[in-house]
């Protein structure tokens, strides 16, 4: 492949782009901002992320991929326009690229057509597409390909996928739609519950991010956020702890370690030998939670691994493949 080819993983929570020979060269939040009556994109990423909750009532954010759905092709379009001309910026030569785009387990065979047709209508000379779950095993450092179980938990914005994974494909696989937004949803919730304070979206996924902690034991830090008393209806000041966090966000993490264990009690028994002995990998941005390894390890009984950059693995298996063309062919959605 040459070198202007692209991976890109098109997550519920984050768009990252890796460029064949450059590694990551662009990581940005999944949202769009439109005008909803002249019907333009304003902004992509973090540019449309710095907007929410401050917009005028024309003006609408999006998040394109949503509950591991993709909601408006179109936007996917425009999306993958920003990416080839962000590459282009930064000087690499972008003449027909080919794309190897990942995409959420639970697309439907309309939305893959539907993604593949934007890529070419964008100049790409060819499109392929692979399951995250796939990619993120194989960004992971993963051989999927040989006769072996491997358990793949990926924890995103949007969704959590499950995939029991064996000869270059997926025995097994599950999505749950409660991951990390859901989890910013119970840390606003309760905040204004217990402390009579409304904080947006933004303000929690910060608390989550910068001292959240998946197991009681983990320090416990502190941060203090600004938001609105709802007493006074006063802009104030609060401080809050990693406890906090904990004990916000615990109803979803018991969802996704229940699922967890759901999906281990159906796997059959020969791969199931194989995933006690390579243990699980958690990936997605939640997995950069504090203490989440062992708390799923405390659960379930079987060892689990994060690995580096574990919301970057799925696009850095879109990089690998990118090397790879037996392997992509072997693994890539028809």
Do not use: W
Request: with cysteine; hydrophobic share 40%.
């Amino acid at each position: 492949m040459a070198k202007s080819d692209l991976g890109i993983d098109l997550g519920t929570a984050t768009f990252v782009v890796y460029q064949r020979g450059q590694g990551i060269i662009l990581e940005e939040p999944s949202v769009v901002a439109v005008d909803k009556i002249k019907k333009k994109l304003l902004a992509i990423g973090k540019e449309a992320k710095d907007m929410v909750g401050k917009t005028p009532s024309q003006i609408q954010i999006i998040r394109p991929v949503q509950d591991g759905v993709i909601t408006d092709p179109s936007i996917i379009e425009e999306v993958l326009r920003y990416f080839v001309k962000k590459a282009k910026s930064k000087g690499f030569n972008m003449y027909k690229p080919r794309l190897i785009i990942g995409i959420p387990a639970l697309t439907t065979d309309v939305e893959r057509r539907a993604v593949k047709e934007a890529g070419s209508r964008i100049g790409a000379s060819k499109v392929f597409l692979i399951s995250e779950p796939l990619a993120a095993a194989i960004g992971s450092g993963i051989d999927i390909t040989e006769p072996n179980g491997h358990m793949v938990i990926d924890i995103g914005g949007g969704t959590t996928d499950l995939a029991i994974l064996s000869l270059g494909g997926c025995v097994i696989s599950e999505t749950i739609k409660v991951a990390g937004e859901a989890m910013d949803q119970e840390i606003i919730k309760y905040t204004k519950r217990r402390y009579k304070f409304l904080i947006g979206e933004t303000t929690a996924e910060r608390l989550k991010i910068d001292i959240g902690k998946a197991f009681s034991q983990e320090e416990n830090l502190e941060m203090e956020v600004k938001g609105q008393n709802i007493k006074t209806g006063l802009p104030s000041n609060l401080k809050l702890t990693s406890d906090d966090i904990f004990y916000a966000i615990k109803p979803i993490l018991n969802e996704i370690i229940n699922k967890i264990k759901n999906i281990l009690e159906k796997t059959p028994p020969e791969l199931a030998a194989d995933i006690m002995q390579n243990g699980l990998i958690v990936v997605g941005g939640v997995a950069r939670l504090r203490g989440l390894d062992k708390l799923i390890s405390e659960q379930t009984g079987v060892r689990t691994y994060i690995p580096e950059d574990p919301h970057l693995v799925c696009a850095k298996g879109t990089g690998i493949l990118l090397e790879d063309i037996e392997l992509l062919n072997k693994v890539q959605v028809n």
